[in-house]
């Protein structure tokens, strides 16, 4: 309490939580989703429950150590480990929740919005991606090769913003496809904790089943394996994915429509700058 004397007046302020925001956060990038949801809520008054994922929780469990080290009033921040059918749901549905800040897939947030139909919580949604990288006849192709193979194979392409559709030039697009060939396949893959390794595995088994049944499924539509399809035969054990590229003309494969979260890059070509444009944008 804060009392203000001002006349006659005794008028007291409660320093009293604004409201409940409910921050749900996927495995990858953790710390950052729970940052960039923790600060402006924090600013604005708010308590915060920071749901982890059941997939990878540790890293806010020590968080939590963190911000009770660094002196946060006891209850502005929790963190809460569960699945999303009980733990998941009974929270973004709380009552006294008045905000929900999500982050992961599509399907979960269809989920959360139906709970929210419950408090009439607002909600922030940041959901998957399928992002085009367009690539024009008069570029760097060596610099484009890199940057296009730093887009989708870095963190096993286990990002929203993975660079996940190529989108190329008909005139370069042999050279350009041969080049990324060979850097895809000069990628070392590892122990994420051996400093020579480039690329690790997948998070999760089901992860690495949803990225072979997509891989498959567009093979068997058409697309042209150019690398990679295949778990890595150095590595029979772990939830590794070998460097995978794509090729096809049809926008309708599986591979180029559905998020993979995993290091698959699909390559559609184009003739003119308006034709790369409707590419780049032809995405749920």
């Given at each position: 309490h804060v009392p203000i004397d001002k006349a006659d007046m005794d008028v007291t302020i409660r320093r009293e939580p604004i409201g409940v925001v409910a921050?749900?956060?996927p495995w990858n990038s953790q710390l950052f989703l729970s940052a960039v949801k923790l600060g402006p809520a924090l600013a604005a008054g708010c308590t915060v429950v920071l749901?982890?994922?059941?997939?990878?929780?540790?890293?806010?469990?020590?968080?939590?150590?963190?911000?009770?080290?660094?002196?946060?009033?006891?209850?502005?921040v929790n963190i809460l480990t569960g699945f999303g059918h009980d733990c998941g749901r009974r929270l973004t549905s709380h009552p006294l929740v008045s905000r929900v800040a999500f982050t992961g897939?599509?399907?979960?947030?269809?989920a959360i919005v139906r709970n929210t139909a419950e408090n009439l919580a607002y909600t922030t949604l940041e959901l998957g991606g399928k992002?085009?990288?367009?690539?024009?006849a008069d570029a760097d192709l060596d610099s484009a090769?890199?940057?296009?193979?730093?887009?989708?194979?870095?963190?096993?392409?286990?990002?929203?913003?993975?660079?996940?559709?190529?989108?190329?030039?008909?005139?370069?697009?042999?050279?350009?496809?041969?080049?990324?060939?060979?850097?895809?396949?000069?990628?070392?893959?590892g122990d994420p904790q051996d400093p020579a390794t480039e690329m690790g595995p997948l998070a999760t088994?089901?992860?690495?089943?949803?990225?072979?049944?997509i891989v498959a499924e567009s093979l068997?539509?058409?697309?042209?394996?150019?690398?990679?399809?295949?778990?890595?035969?150095?590595?029979p054990r772990g939830f590794y994915y070998a460097p995978t590229i794509i090729d096809t003309e049809d926008t309708g494969l599986p591979c180029v429509r559905e998020e993979l979260f995993g290091p698959v890059l699909s390559v559609l070509t184009f003739d003119t700058e308006a034709e790369a444009l409707a590419l780049a944008n032809d995405t749920p």
């Open positions: 921050a749900v956060v749901k982890a994922s059941e997939d990878g929780p540790a890293p806010l469990l020590a968080f939590a150590e963190l911000i009770h080290e660094a002196g946060f009033p006891a209850g502005s897939g599509p399907s979960t947030a269809r992002s085009p990288v367009v690539v024009f090769a890199n940057a296009v193979v730093a887009g989708i194979f870095a963190a096993s392409g286990q990002s929203c913003v993975a660079g996940s559709r190529l989108l190329v030039e008909r005139s370069i697009k042999a050279e350009f496809l041969d080049r990324l060939k060979r850097k895809a396949e000069a990628i070392k893959i088994p089901r992860q690495r089943e949803w990225i072979e049944k068997a539509s058409g697309g042209t394996l150019v690398t990679g399809g295949k778990r890595p035969d150095e590595h």
